[in-house]
């Protein structure tokens, strides 16, 4: 009997090795994701309305990009004093590795008009979560 205990504890540690290996393969799988990011220049248009252009590496699409600049401008609003920011435009271009975005928004103290708004502290606390730079 004490060598069947011992077989099925054996099983049991191996089981969670293997486990183990399973979760960290699908995390590393998920995790393929490894953005660096090259830098955000602030760019003051015409009051409130600023320009922020971004580059980086490793982006999975237009959404990284747009999720930087949209980093950059939440930071933006902030050290501005202002709460939030409404989005104008963004336009992304590839050259080989390196991703770029110019983005516009449009900083404002009160919640502005439109759908594309952002609550400046909530978006750079989720910035933060996420890896994503702001200024």
């Known amino acids: 009997m004490t060598h069947r205990l011992h077989l099925i504890g054996s ?3 191996a089981s969670a090795i293997l486990s183990a290996c399973v979760d960290q393969g ?3 799988g998920q995790a393929g994701f490894l953005p660096s990011y090259g830098g955000i220049e602030t760019i003051l248009l015409d009051g409130d309305l600023v320009n922020f252009r971004v580059a980086m590496t490793g982006a ?3 959404d990284d990009v747009e999720a930087y600049g949209r980093c950059a401008a939440a930071q933006y609003a902030l050290i501005r004093g ?3 920011a409404r989005h104008v435009r963004t336009t992304v271009a590839q050259n080989g590795n390196t991703w770029r975005g110019d983005a516009v ?3 404002s103290a009160a919640l502005p008009e439109g759908l594309k708004t952002i609550d400046a502290e909530v978006a750079v606390r989720d910035c933060g979560e996420r890896g994503i ?3």
């Open 82 to 84: 202002a709460g939030f």
């Open 105 to 107: 928004y449009l900083i």
């Open 26 to 28: 699908a995390q590393v």
């Open 11 to 13: 099983l049991g540690i």
């Open 60 to 62: 999975r699409g237009n």
């Open 133 to 135: 730079p702001t200024i």
